[in-house]
């Protein structure tokens, strides 16, 4: 037994919880932790292990990259960072008229975001009840959870959380509002989706009042939803997209990929970031996105998905499944969440619950029937083990 419990009580800021185990190593779909236990990881880090653990393509993007320019600050231009730019802009659908700003983690798309629709001049923010943006001032201003926000209050101004419904977007939406931002589906409040129908009339209503459509698609983008990103299932055009998790496969990124107009808003020296799109994580982005696609796994989200929508459905505990692709939320008919993550990592599994009714599966995008059926068993047993102890 390591005494790392101690180390972690003693010397990390006391901001998170106790964490359950030390994780040392990984592979495939699996880790380990310091005692030996093997688990298998249907978290991903939080949709962040695109292709798993030391996935061969990442491993050498990564060591050939920091071999050959780790770093060279925003005064210099880099073939990764070039490429990178053009693969979003192409995956995203932004094409031609689109831009990308790069930094390093989602709070930092968010807030590149902000400073975007700062440029309209207009002073009012909308964002949902109940959203997840991130933990820094202003991406935190936009999260629809009071209790995340209050304890650092006064937070920006005119940021307001409206309720998740059309009726409710249609009375505050007006010509002083500059963006809406919206998850396509709310991952941290327990992958909820979104009212059928609900992202194609922001955007109609959005456009009419000249006001910018954002999407935060930090959790569902990399083709974990089904679709590169997740909006690309309703048929329509936001003015930017925010992204990070799942592009770097687990080497910080984020990035501000902006449609048409919006695309100018931004002007020299307005924004920056000394990391931002430097050669080493634009590099593993690169890796991870041409991986998802030589192998086909934005299909084998959406396959996989429904393979494990299928067996989830109607095992104890289970009142309804979210989500779409490799994205799921597992709504429970009692408050046991916490429960159940205790029960599954006793039985050698990872997965998460974001409240005390939800579970969240973001497995890796490799996994493919023997995961599936690992999962299967293992997620009964912990289900089956929570519901008796209650
Ligand atoms: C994780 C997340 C963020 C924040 O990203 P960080 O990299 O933790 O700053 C913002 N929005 C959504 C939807 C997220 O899932």
Redesign the pocket.
């Known amino acids: 037994m390591s005494d790392w419990k101690d180390d972690y009580a003693n010397h990390i800021m006391k901001s998170a919880a106790l964490p359950s185990a030390e994780l040392v190593r990984g592979e495939g779909c699996y880790v380990w932790d310091s005692d030996g236990n093997k688990y298998l990881d249907f978290l991903a880090g939080?949709a962040v292990n695109s292709l798993g653990h030391a996935h061969p393509v990442l491993v050498d993007a990564v060591s050939r990259q920091v071999a050959t320019l780790a770093h060279v600050s925003n005064y210099f231009a880099t073939p990764p960072q070039l490429e990178l730019a053009e693969r979003l802009l192409r995956i995203t659908g932004a094409g031609a008229g689109g831009r990308v700003f790069f930094g390093n983690?989602?709070?930092?798309a968010?807030e590149a975001a902000i400073k975007l629709a700062r440029r309209t001049n207009r002073p009012r923010i909308l964002s949902l009840q109940n959203s997840?943006?991130?933990?820094t001032m202003g991406?935190l201003s936009l999260t629809g959870k009071s209790a995340l926000r209050e304890p650092f209050e006064p937070l920006l101004p005119n940021v307001e959380h409206i309720d998740s419904t059309i009726a409710a977007l249609e009375a505050a939406i007006g010509q002083d509002v500059a963006a809406l931002v919206i998850?396509p589906i709310k991952?941290?409040a327990g992958v909820v989706d979104l009212p059928e129908g609900y992202l194609e009339a922001a955007r109609d209503i959005t456009r009419e009042h000249g006001v910018l459509l954002i999407l935060?698609e930090?959790?569902t983008g990399a083709g974990r939803t089904g679709s590169w990103f997740a909006f690309q299932q309703h048929g329509i055009v936001p003015d930017a997209i925010?992204v990070?998790?799942g592009i770097g496969g687990g080497v910080p990124i984020?990035a501000l990929v902006t449609f048409g107009a919006a695309s100018d808003l931004l002007t020299a020296g307005q924004h920056g970031s000394t990391f931002g799109g430097n050669p080493l994580a634009t590099a593993a982005a690169n890796a991870v996105l041409g991986e998802i696609e030589r192998a086909g796994l934005i299909e084998n989200a959406r396959l996989r998905g429904e393979q494990l929508r299928a067996a989830i459905a109607g095992l104890p505990l289970v009142a309804e499944v979210r989500g779409r692709g490799l994205l799921i939320g597992v709504g429970l008919d009692k408050p046991v969440g916490p429960a159940v993550v205790a029960a599954a990592m006793s039985v050698g599994l990872i997965v998460n619950a974001p409240n005390d009714t939800s579970i969240r599966l973001a497995p890796p995008l490799i996994i493919g029937d023997a995961e599936v059926a690992e999962f299967v068993t293992k997620f009964t047993t912990a289900l089956t083990q929570a519901s008796e102890a209650k």
């Open positions: 939080i983690s989602g709070a930092e968010i997840f943006h991130g933990r991406s998850e991952g941290e935060d930090i959790q925010a990070a998790k984020g």
